[in-house]
């Protein structure tokens, strides 16, 4: 489990993230949610422990990640909202790259490279540049390295980001049977739909604070909202999307 207590992130001029408490279990998938500059992106790299938190504590299976950051980077895969990586590389290449990284048998890697490359869609372009790719096969290719060394947890920030239709559902499907198997699996996405489907419980961040932390269907009945868009807007939208689009067209059309 996966679980922060009382986490704090501040700059010098704005509070990013406000002593937020939550906790992602082993075979479910949890929704991290909230619109931009809520401080989803900040909690999420204080959890790979790219950034230093302010104060609070972060733990993984009881153990404060900070005790042995190294030991617990081993053990989860993050796929960032940035597709960042070596563009001279080939598809294959980057993966054993990260097979060496992750300190994995070079058969293993192999073995595991190929198969991954083969089961989305990549196999065909396995030697192409990535900089030839399309950004949503940099997507899969980082879906890929972050499941290569069979992390207990995986970090998701909008993984679903330039996929087609099909990649997409096969990727929904994918991060539902990975929490089946007893991962825990942490899902950041602006797509409300996907995250309904997917998600067992969603945690809602405002300016940086917890809003909502609950299963989706405990948030409709207490919520009395029919769906996790209409629960979205109503704990986050603080303006009028109608006016506002009203307004918009008002102004063009003039």
């Known amino acids: 489990m996966l679980e922060l207590h009382d986490v704090c992130k501040r700059f010098p001029a704005v509070t990013a993230v406000d002593n937020i408490s939550f906790s992602a279990r082993s075979g479910e998938v949890t929704g991290y949610l909230g619109p931009?500059?809520?401080?989803?992106?900040?909690?999420?790299?204080?959890?790979?422990?790219?950034i230093e938190m302010t104060s609070g504590e972060i733990l993984f299976e009881g153990e404060r990640i900070q005790r042995d950051l190294i030991a617990y980077k081993r053990r989860f895969g993050y796929v960032p909202e940035e597709p960042h990586l070596?563009?001279?590389?080939?598809?294959?290449?980057?993966?054993?790259m990260v097979g060496q990284l992750r300190d994995?048998?070079?058969?293993?890697?192999?073995?595991r490279s190929d198969g991954l490359l083969r089961l989305l869609g990549l196999h065909s372009s396995r030697h192409s540049p990535l900089s030839a790719c399309s950004k949503g096969m940099r997507q899969k290719v980082l879906l890929a390295a972050a499941?290569?060394?069979?992390?207990?947890?995986?970090?998701?920030?909008?993984?679903?980001?330039?996929?087609?239709?099909?990649?997409?559902?096969?990727?929904?499907?994918?991060?539902?049977e990975l929490a089946a198997r007893g991962k825990v699996v942490l899902f950041s996405s602006h797509e409300?739909?996907?995250?309904?489907?997917?998600?067992?419980?969603?945690?809602?961040?405002?300016?940086?604070?917890?809003?909502a932390n609950d299963s989706i269907e405990r948030l409709r009945t207490l919520m009395a909202l029919p769906t996790l868009e209409n629960i979205f807007s109503q704990l986050t939208v603080e303006q009028d999307p109608a006016a506002i689009s009203r307004q918009i067209t008002d102004l063009i059309l003039a």
């Open 104 to 111: 994995l048998p070079p058969k293993l890697t192999a073995q």
């Open 192 to 211: 409300l739909e996907t995250v309904e489907r997917v998600c067992s419980r969603v945690v809602i961040l405002h300016r940086g604070k917890v809003v």
């Open 36 to 50: 931009n500059g809520s401080g989803k992106s900040t909690t999420m790299k204080m959890i790979t422990g790219l």
């Open 147 to 176: 499941l290569l060394h069979n992390p207990d947890l995986i970090i998701l920030d909008e993984p679903f980001s330039g996929l087609d239709v099909a990649s997409a559902l096969v990727i929904r499907s994918l991060i539902q």
């Open 86 to 96: 070596y563009s001279h590389l080939t598809g294959l290449e980057y993966l054993v």
